[in-house]
């Protein structure tokens, strides 16, 4: 459905950012990387459930080789993050994939059952999360990259 089956990125909703990148840097033996925070929502024009969303998350980007581990700490406002935290506490919250055609694959997902989510803008490309929780037992985020 994606055009590719190569896992990028695997992502974690946490509470505590900081706390959870000590831990993992100590399990890895790897420098603890510096969380950020994601764009601002004029930038970031971030899309919950078919709406614009002022919803923002600290980050903290692992390499584990060829997989990424994503560090998600959201703020308060509505969007996919806080509703995991929410409802799910902390944990797995996606797989990713990149991939080409952001627009035909979300069409195509959406066709088949899988709805968007939660989509937005980051420096150098797109990110849009598909529920596919009740076929898969997690969300598939979708990146795009711009090409260069």
């Known amino acids: 459905m994606l055009g590719t089956n ?3 990125q695997i992502g974690l909703i946490v509470r505590d950012i900081e706390r959870t990148s000590e831990a993992y ?3 890895f033996g790897l420098p603890k990387p510096e969380a950020f925070w994601t764009d601002a929502p004029e930038v970031a ?3 919950f459930e078919g709406r614009p969303s002022a919803a ?3 980050l903290a980007f692992f390499r584990l080789g060829n997989l990424q581990l994503e560090l998600i700490e959201p703020d308060e406002t509505p969007s996919t993050w806080r509703n995991h935290l929410n409802e799910r506490g902390e944990g797995v919250h996606h797989i990713a994939f990149v991939i080409d055609g952001m627009q035909e694959k979300t069409e195509a997902l959406a066709s088949r059952g899988f709805p968007l989510q939660q989509k937005g803008e980051y420096t150098g490309g797109r990110y849009a999360y ?3 929780t009740e076929a898969l037992k997690v969300l598939v985020e979708l990146l795009e990259n711009d090409k260069k």
């Open 6 to 8: 190569v896992v990028t």
């Open 25 to 27: 840097a100590a399990f």
């Open 45 to 47: 024009r971030t899309e």
């Open 56 to 58: 923002r998350a600290k």
């Open 130 to 132: 598909i529920d596919t």
